[in-house]
């Protein structure tokens, strides 16, 4: 079987914005983590990555269900499709504290076993970087598959 880029569209929108996906505590994570491991399209276990320390204050982020100015939005695109990740997705160290060496985001479910949550996208900085005493740093990213 091969999948039009319409019907690549309509998959995607109805897994990431449709109320029927039922993946573990459904909806979604935004996680960050460190260059340990590098993320590619075989990655199936977010337990195969390495996550940033909790020193610091850092915490995967809820990610919410839904389309327009929150949740995780997908459209079209030429080559495939345009996954946009929108909303006010912040990381903030503690005070006198930081969260170093995050160089990918990783979108997952919420399964409450962090080890067996499902890697769905993930997206790259190219240098890693820290956040360091009380600064933020707000995610948006695009991602787009082929």
């Not at 160089?103 to 769905?120: G, I, M, P």
């Not at 009380?134 to 995610?139: D, K, P, Q, S, Y």
């Amino acid at each position: 079987m091969a999948w039009t880029n319409r019907g690549k569209t309509r998959m995607f929108e109805m897994f990431f914005e449709a109320s029927g996906y039922q993946g573990p505590q459904g909806d979604f994570a935004l996680a960050a983590c460190t260059a340990a491991t590098e993320p590619d399209a075989n990655t199936l276990a977010f337990s195969s990555l390495t996550q940033g320390a909790t020193s610091g204050g850092y915490s995967a982020i809820p990610v919410e269900r839904g389309g327009a100015a929150s949740g995780f939005l997908i459209t079209s695109g030429a080559d495939f499709a345009l996954a946009t990740l929108t909303g006010n997705y912040v990381l903030t160290a503690n005070a006198s504290e930081s969260i170093a060496n995050i160089k990918y985001f990783v979108l997952t479910d919420k399964n409450s076993t962090e080890a067996e949550r499902e890697l769905f996208a993930y997206w790259s900085i190219d240098t890693p970087i820290t956040i360091s005493d009380g600064a933020t740093l707000t995610v948006s990213a695009t991602l787009q598959g082929t």
